[in-house]
């Protein structure tokens, strides 16, 4: 008999970038399976070096209860001006040549105000300081750096991981409501809304999905068959591949491989039970 645990993925922006660069992050429609398997990953404690084939190998679905709609972030990183503090100073010799003409000028005994024009440092590539010891940017850039960002507004969904052991499924439900690392959907300015973990369910994904009922909204009541996406095997007649299956979350070799899954729609039974969630 397998299990299925079902996720709650509902906030007010998601962002699930499928072939996003720094330049242009997309999102996806739905939260794709690798974004979900780093979730769990991250409440477990792993480390992104630490092996995920357990994880990989749960079978994944999602349910798209609310779609959301598409919002797009015009986001500019860097130039303009902006008031230096002492420890900017201390920590980087850089900055502090920069402005040594102005702090050589000052005088009293106040630090002063001093300003630096188009000065960003790439948070991602950091090294230490030649001098302080203390780590600074090791790449700057003098002018703005544009990107395009895009999210899903309002968006919720139902996320289904199957597996035979009920104990494994308790163990990943239990870290995503005790998370030993922050959570997020998709991106860290989206954190996850109230619950996550939701019941376990004996049976498959399918029967899992048609068993619950939708996730209610702020504004109404909600009805309707939503749509289902849902790993299957390869030979399945209708599958479609997906190229986010898991590997390695390694930063030096972050790596995914094609699973299968079929579209569907989804009729919750007149049985189905209502969420019981914490906002």
Same mark, same amino acid.
């Given at each position: 008999m397998t299990h299925v645990l079902l996720l709650r993925l509902a906030a007010p922006l998601q962002s699930w970038g499928s072939v996003s660069r720094f330049s242009r992050r997309d999102s996806h429609s739905r939260p794709t399976k690798s974004a979900v398997i780093g979730l769990c990953a991250a409440a477990l404690g792993r480390d992104r070096t630490d092996p995920i084939d357990d994880l990989a190998a749960l079978e994944f679905g999602v349910r798209a209860d609310h779609p959301g709609t598409p919002v797009r972030d015009y986001h500019s990183v860097g130039?303009?001006?902006?008031?230096?503090?002492?420890?900017?100073?201390?920590?980087?010799?850089?900055?502090?040549a920069a402005v040594s003409e102005s702090?050589?000028?000052?005088?009293?005994?106040?630090?002063?105000?001093?300003?630096?024009?188009g000065w960003y440092g790439?948070?991602?590539?950091?090294?230490?300081d030649p001098v302080s010891g203390a780590l600074v940017s090791g790449e700057l850039s003098r002018t703005a750096l544009i990107t395009e960002r895009w999210y899903l507004s309002d968006?919720?969904?139902?996320?289904?991981?199957?597996?035979?052991?009920?104990?494994?499924?308790?163990?990943?439900?239990?870290?995503?409501?005790?998370?030993s690392q922050l959570l997020w959907l998709g991106r860290k300015s989206c954190p996850p809304s109230g619950t996550v973990a939701g019941d376990i369910l004996p049976g498959t994904l399918a029967k899992a999905f048609? @068993?619950?009922?939708?996730? =209610?909204?702020? $504004?109404?009541?909600? *009805?309707?068959?939503?749509? @289902?996406?849902?790993?299957? =095997?390869?030979? $399945?007649?209708?599958? *479609?591949?997906?190229?986010?299956?898991?590997?390695?979350?390694?930063?030096a070799r972050r790596t995914h491989t094609t699973r299968w899954e079929i579209r569907t729609r989804v009729a919750i039974a007149p049985t189905a039970t209502e969420w019981d969630i914490f906002h």
């Open positions: 130039s303009g001006r902006y008031p230096l503090r002492p420890r900017d100073l201390i920590t980087d010799h850089r900055r502090a702090t050589d000028a000052a005088t009293g005994d106040s630090f002063g105000h001093h300003e630096l024009a790439a948070p991602k590539k950091t090294t230490a968006a919720a969904f139902v996320v289904g991981l199957q597996h035979s052991e009920r104990a494994r499924l308790e163990e990943i439900a239990h870290a995503l409501e005790h998370p048609a @068993a619950k009922q939708l996730l =209610p909204r702020l $504004d109404g009541p909600v *009805s309707g068959r939503p749509w @289902a996406w849902i790993q299957t =095997p390869a030979d $399945d007649p209708g599958a *479609s591949p997906v190229n986010d299956q898991p590997v390695s979350f390694h930063p």
